[in-house]
């Protein structure tokens, strides 16, 4: 059984009530594994399992905050694991998208 | 941090966020996800689905022993008569909190969950603390919520799975036996249908 500090504390999140994503990628990364899961990409326990891989490698410091990292790193790679999408083109198609904020003037819109 | 000419560019987001864009428009030049039902997703969860789904499939447990029946035995299709379907709630088994016994819900390997009735977990129920202790020391866990429980009670620990997800139905509090379903829906909390708490009290519900 695993040992914790019984002295970090379970963080509470009743009050006041806590957003469900709390920021718009969150919301975008679980969107994205519900959908591909329902498209029969991978089924959902092949899901659970991935993201219960990158949930274990962070150990017990993980007090929650960070579960949409380990989502959508677990994403990342099942679909790399796949070959549904490289990690070359997930690499290149970032630096696109960071290249289009670099190249658009303020307050218009970032496209690729 | 210097912002020269910063009305030449836009400063990009953080890399989390790069990330989920580049998935994203990849994603859909596959044609294997579809914006406008992403954004339906998370209007769901968002807004729409939550525990205060479950708290009326418990108030109608507690008005209705046939329906309570049915619920332990068929919790999916129970559940569904209510119109609350969906993902992560093909699965689902509901226990029953009795005087000596008390249930308590985690999923120790990820975050199981069961979405219809509850909406998404709270951030504590993912953190390494709860899905550890949770079965180490349910009862210090249960302290730390504020729910003590007589040293004779049972605590039965659940740990959820892709195959199955728990719903507590706490029992139903003293003095209510007059209340309507929709009044005793308002006693149940999110909490309360994980198993670190119990249910309101009346008196603590009318002065809220």
Same mark, same amino acid.
């Given at each position: ?23 718009? /990628?969150?919301?975008? &990364? ?16 092949? /899901? ?11 150990? $017990? ?9 380990? /989502? ?14 490289? $990690? $070359? ?6 630096? &696109? /998208? ?15 | ?208």
């Amino acid at each position: 059984m695993t040992q914790t500090d019984p002295l970090i504390p379970i963080p509470s999140g009743e009050i006041p009530a806590t957003p469900v994503f709390r920021a718009p /990628w969150e919301a975008y &990364a679980f969107a994205l594994a519900v959908q591909l899961s329902e498209q029969g990409i991978f089924d959902w326990p092949e /899901w659970t399992q991935a993201l219960a891989a990158e949930i274990r490698d962070a150990g $017990e410091d993980d007090h929650g905050s960070q579960y949409y990292h380990y /989502w959508l790193t677990a994403l990342e790679k099942l679909l790399t694991k796949q070959g549904i999408i490289s $990690e $070359e083109v997930l690499q290149e198609r970032k630096t &696109a /998208w960071r290249e289009a904020y670099l190249r658009t003037p303020h307050g218009k819109p970032v496209e690729l | 941090m210097s912002h020269d000419h910063s009305d030449e560019h836009t400063e990009p987001p953080p890399d989390v966020e790069l990330r989920v864009k580049a998935l994203e428009t990849l994603l859909v030049e596959k044609g294997l996800v579809d914006l406008a039902a992403l954004d339906v997703l998370i209007d769901t969860y968002e807004n729409q689905v939550g525990p205060r789904n479950g708290a009326q499939v418990v108030a109608k447990a507690w008005t209705d022993s046939a329906y309570r029946t049915w619920l332990l035995e068929d919790a999916a299709a129970a559940i569904s008569s209510l119109g609350f379907a969906g993902r992560q709630g093909e699965h689902i088994t509901v226990v029953e909190n009795t005087p000596g016994v008390h249930n308590l819900v985690v999923c120790t390997l990820c975050s199981c969950y069961p979405w219809p009735v509850l909406g998404l977990p709270p951030i504590w129920y993912k953190s390494a603390p709860y899905r550890a202790r949770a079965v180490a020391d349910p009862r210090g866990v249960l302290t730390e919520f504020g729910t003590e429980l007589p040293d004779d009670t049972q605590i039965h620990v659940w740990d959820s799975t892709a195959e199955m997800r728990y719903l507590v139905l706490p029992e139903r509090p003293a003095d209510t036996d007059d209340w309507s379903a929709e009044d005793l829906a308002v006693l149940v909390s999110r909490n309360a249908m994980i198993g670190t708490e119990k249910a309101r009290l009346p008196k603590k519900a009318r002065q809220k």
